[in-house]
C-alpha cells in the first residue's frame, strides 16, 4: 500500500506541476502561436516590462494588496486582542461569523458585498476594491492572531497592568513583541489573497481600477499567447518566493 | 460584513413577490442546477479518490521528505488558480503539449479535442481544487499516534484492515471539510467552465456572473447567489450533523 | 489607526487628483489600434487612457451601474445606440466640430436608430460571416447559412457570444428581417437556432480569434476583421460572405453622459474619421472603416480585400443590425437566455 500511495503522490504532483512548468518554459518561446520550440527569447517579459497598461494594474493591486493587508492585520490584531482577553456578549458569535466568511464561497460574497456597494451608492473602485478585500482578509488575520494569542500566557498582561503599564504601553512591550511573528504572516497571507483575488474583484471593480488578476482574467478569455505564460510565470514565482518566506518565518516560531 | 450577508438576504427578500424566484424554478434552472451538482460531485468524489492516499502518503513519509513534500503541495495551493487554469488551457489546446506529444508518437493522426469539454472542466476543477481536499486530510492523518499502527498490526490486522479499521474512521471529519471546501467552490468559480468548458458546460457561478454582468438583472443574480447560499446552509447542517455527532459520541 | 486610515487613503488618492486633462476611451478588445491614440496626444497633447470591454451588453451594465465613471468615448454597436439614448446614457454631439464626415457611405449615416446623428457617428464597419479552416473543411463546402446546421459538423461550430448574430442569421435563413421585432418571427429563430445547437462546440466571441489560429475551432460564424486578425497568423483561416444576405454591423462613437471633456471628445472622434487616421485603422487591426476614401489611399494588396473595399453589389446584400426597441429586445434576451443555458 505504502509504494502504491506513495508513487500515486508523484504522479499527483506531475499532475499538478507539468502544465505549470510548461507556461514557465514556453514563457522564453520564440514562437508567437504554437508550442513548437523555436529558441530562447527574453523578448515577452521586456515586452510586459513596456506594457504600461500592465504596469498601471500591478500597481493598483500592490496598492491594493498593501493597504489591505496592513489594515486587515492591524484590525485582525484588535479583534484577536479583544476575543482574548474580554468576555463579552457576541463573543462567540463573532467567531462564529468569522468562520462563515471563510467557508462561504466568494462568488456569494462578491454579489454581497457588490449589492450592499450598490445600494449604499459607493461607487466602484478602489474603496470598494479596498473594503472588499479588507472583509475577506479578516478572518484569515484574525484566525493567525488569535492562534498565536491563544498559546500568549495570559498573566503576562496582568503582570504588566500590575507594574503600572498603560494600554498603549502593554501593547508595545508585550502584545506587539509576542504576536510580531502571526503579525507577519497575517499581512503575507492577507497580500496574497488580495494579490490573487479574481472572483469578489470582478464584481466590486470598477473599470477605472481594475486590478492584476481582473487583467490577467481579461487576456486568458482572449486564449493563450506568450506574454501571458510570461506573465503567469512572474506570479508562480512570486507565490513560490512568498511560501518559501512564509514557511521561514512559520519555521522559526515553533 | 455580517452586515452585507444581511443586505444580501434582504434583497433577496424584497424581491420575493417578484418574477425572479419564479424563474428559479424554471426547468431550465432545475436542470442546470443539476448539471453544477453533478459537475461538483464528480469534481469532488474525483479528489477524495486522489486526495486521499496522497495525503496518506505524505503523512507517512520519512520526516526527512516531508517538509521538501509539503512545501510541493503549499506551492499549488497558494498560486493564483486562475494562472493554473491558464496553464492547464495550454496544455490542453489541439495545438498543446498533450496533443503535440500524442502526434509525435504517432498514436493520434489528428488533434483529440480536449479543450473546450465537459472533460476539461473537470480536470480544471479537479486540478484547481485538489490541494484544498489534500491539506485538511493531511494535517489530520499527521497527527495520527504511530502507536495504534503497531497495536494493530501486534493484534494481527492486515493493511486493508488497518486502512478501514483506523485510519478512514478516523480521517472521516477530515474529508468532510476537504469536500466543502471542494464542492462548493466547484459550482462556484465561474472561470473555471467560461475558459476550458464547452457551450454546454455551466456552473451556478456562470448563471450568477451572466446575470449580473451581462444582462443587468441584478435581482435575479442576487437570487440565484441566494440559492448558492441555501446550497451552503444544508451542506453545513449535514456535515455537522454527520461529523460532530459521531465525535461526540465517540468521546462520550 | 484612523489617521493611518486616512493617511492610505490620501496617498493612493492623490496620483489620481493630479490628473490633467485626460480622455477616457472605453473601446472594444482588439479594435482601434494604439498608435492612433499617440497620434492624437501627438497633435493635441492631450493624453488618452484606454480600457476595454468585450461586449456591447457588458459595456452598457458597467455604465449603467455607474455612472460617475466619466468616460469620455465609447463605442456601441449600432443596435445599441437607440437603447443607450433612451437609458439617458448618450451626450449630445456638435456636427459642426464633425468635419471629416463627408467620406461617410451615404448607407451607414442618417441610420433610424439615429436619425440625424445627434448621438453617434459610424466609424467602422464589418461583416458577420462564416470563418473556415480549409486544412479541415474544404473551402467549397461552406457556402450559405445553412451549412452551419449540416449534421457533418456536429458539435464543432462556433456562435458568437454576441445575442443579435446568431438571431440575425436565423432570421436571415428565413428570409425575416435582422431587425424583426415580431414575437412569432423572433420565436421561429429561436426554433431554427435550437435545431442548430448540437452542432455548437462553443459560444464565444472574445477567444474566437485565437481559437481559430490554434485549431481549437475549424467552423464557425465570425466577424470580418477578428478572421482577418486569425488570418494573419494561420494562413489555412479564411472568411466566407454566405450567399444572399449577410449582417452589416456598425461600430458607431458616442459620448457618455457624464463626460468631463465632452468637446475635447468630439475632436477625438473627429480626428479618428479623418482619412489617414482611418486608414491605420483598416492596415492596424484589419477593420473595414465607414470613410470610404480611407482605403483608396492604400495600397493596391488592401484595395483588393472585399472586406474593406466592398463592390456596390455586396454592400448591398449587408442589412445594418438596428435597434429592434425594448419589447422585442427582451423576447430575443429571454430566447438567447434559454439558447445559452439549455445543457
Redesign the interface.
Known sequence: ??R???S??FL??A??????V??VL?SFNHS?????WHGWTWQWYSKLWHDA?LAKVTWHSL?LGF?AA??ST?LGAVVSYSLYRYRFFGRRLISG?LI??I???????A??????F??AHV??G?VTLFLAHV?FC?PFSVMVISNRLSDLNPQLLLAAEDLGASLWQQWWWVMIPAMRSALLVSALLSF?LSF?D??IS??VS???Y?TL?LH???M??????PE??AL?SL??LL??A???IS?RLLGKKT | MSVSLNGNIKEGLFHWHGLHYRELFQPLYARLLWQSFEFSFVTTLTCVLLGYPVALALATMPKRWKPICLMLLLIPFWSSSLVRIYALLTLLKAKGLINGALLYLGIIKMPLPLLYTKVAVIIGQVYTLLPFMILPIYVLLDEYDSSWIEAAKDLGASSTQLFWRIFWPYSLPAVGSGVMCVFLPAMTLFYIPSLLGDRSSLMLGNVIQEQIMNQDNWPGGAATSLLLTAALLVFTLVYRALFHKKRGGRLG | MKKSLLGLFLLFHAAFAMAKPTLYVYQWINSIPDSVYKQFTKETGVPVDVSYYESNEAMYAKLKGNPSLAYDVVFPSSYFIKRMVKAHLLDHIDSSIMTHTQGIYKKFIHQPFDPNNDYSYPLTWGMTGIAVNDKYIPLSKITAWKDLWSPSYRHQVLWLNDIREPFSVALIRLGYSVNDQNPTHIKQAYALLKKGLPNVKVINADAMESMFIDEDVFLGMAWSPDTYQASQSNPHIHFVIPKGRYPLWLGCMAIPQGSRHPKLAMTLLNFLLRKDISAQIITGMGYAVTNQEAVKSLPISWQEKRFVNPSKSLLARGEIEGDVGDKARQWYEHYWLELRLSV
Open positions: 500500500m505504502n502504491l500511495t506513495r500515486l503522490f499527483v504532483m499532475f499538478l506541476y507539468i502544465p505549470m510548461v507556461v514556453f508567437l502561436h504554437s508550442l513548437i497598461l496598492c493597504s496592513f489594515i492591524v461569523l462563515v466568511l467557508v462561504i464561497p466568494d462568488l456569494v460574497m454579489i454581497a458585498l457588490m449589492i450592499l450598490r445600494s461607487s466602484f478602489f472583509s479578516l496574497m490573487d479574481v472572483v470582478f464584481f470598477g473599470p477605472n481594475v488578476p490577467v482574467y481579461a486568458a478569455k482572449l486564449g493563450a499567447n501571458i505564460n503567469c506570479l508562480l507565490t513560490v512568498v511560501v518559501l514557511q
